[in-house]
Antibody, heavy 122, light 107 residues
Framework: EVQLVESGGGVVQPGGSLRLSCAAS????????MHWVRQIPGKGLQWVSFISWEGAATFYEDSVKGRFTISRDNSRNSLDLYMSGLGEEDTALYYC???????????????WGQGTLVVVSS | IVLTQSPGTLSLSPGERATLSCRASQSVSSNYFAWYQQKPGQAPRLLIFDASGRAIGFPDRFSGRGSGTDFTLTISRLEPEDFAVYYCQQYTSSPFTFGQGTKLEIK
């Protein structure tokens, strides 16, 4: 069974930093690209970032470029999102999600964690 | 690529047919297009991938079609458990944007 478990959320002051982690199990983690998606409670989904299976390619939503860094450790089946320069607009539930396709293809996000809540507030 | 979903809210009764639309501001190549279902308090679930492929766990009353800039999700006969919010997404080019969602509610 595929499982994705996010951690690291919490309350942080504006301008602060936070590292989110996602522990993956139940599939060949090293073969799949991974995504972070966020959702302000009661609002829609916003795609945040992607990392390819081997970590060589990373993509970001424009509003987080230069502030967020996605990384992965295939030896530990883990995905991270380092967030800095946080603003109130970054307050959201952050989901880790697995890409359905393997290798260099894309296929939609077929498994999601339950999310970790980030609140940016003074 | 900006995705615009319509309608914002769709009010229908069980047994009726639902048609949800998503229009892209640019062509979505390779039909790299998905639909997701999200119920309150739950993470989204992949429903349709590659524009028309149905994900595991969803019955054949759900179907997706479209190409280029216009995509449609159809639910042939609504069941009570189908009332939820539906999002479209393109993954042909970064950023892999989502639409704003269509809320399918019971009339």
């Amino acid at each position: 069974e595929v499982q994705l478990v996010e951690s690291g959320g919490g309350v942080v002051q504006p301008g602060g930093s936070l590292r989110l982690s996602c522990a993956a199990s139940g599939f060949s983690f090293e073969q799949h690209g991974m995504h972070w998606v966020r959702q302000i409670p009661g609002k829609g989904l916003q795609w945040v970032s992607f990392i390819s299976w081997e970590g060589a390619a990373t993509f970001y939503e424009d509003s987080v470029k230069g502030r967020f860094t996605i990384s992965r450790d295939n030896s530990r089946n883990s995905l991270d999102l380092y967030m800095s320069g946080l603003g109130e607009e970054d307050t959201a539930l952050y989901y880790c999600a697995k890409d359905r396709a393997s290798g260099y293809d894309y296929g939609g996000l077929d498994h999601w964690g339950q999310g970790t809540l980030v609140v940016v507030s003074s | 690529i900006v995705l615009t979903q319509s309608p914002g809210t769709l009010s229908l009764s069980p047994g009726e047919r639902a048609t949800l639309s998503c229009r892209a501001s640019q062509s979505v190549s390779s039909n790299y297009f998905a639909w997701y279902q999200q119920k309150p308090g739950q993470a989204p679930r992949l429903l349709i991938f590659d524009a028309s492929g149905r994900a595991i766990g969803f019955p054949d009353r759900f179907s997706g079609r479209g190409s280029g800039t216009d995509f449609t999700l159809t639910i042939s006969r609504l069941e009570p458990e189908d009332f939820a919010v539906y999002y479209c997404q393109q993954y042909t080019s970064s950023p892999f944007t989502f639409g704003q969602g269509t809320k399918l509610e019971i009339k």
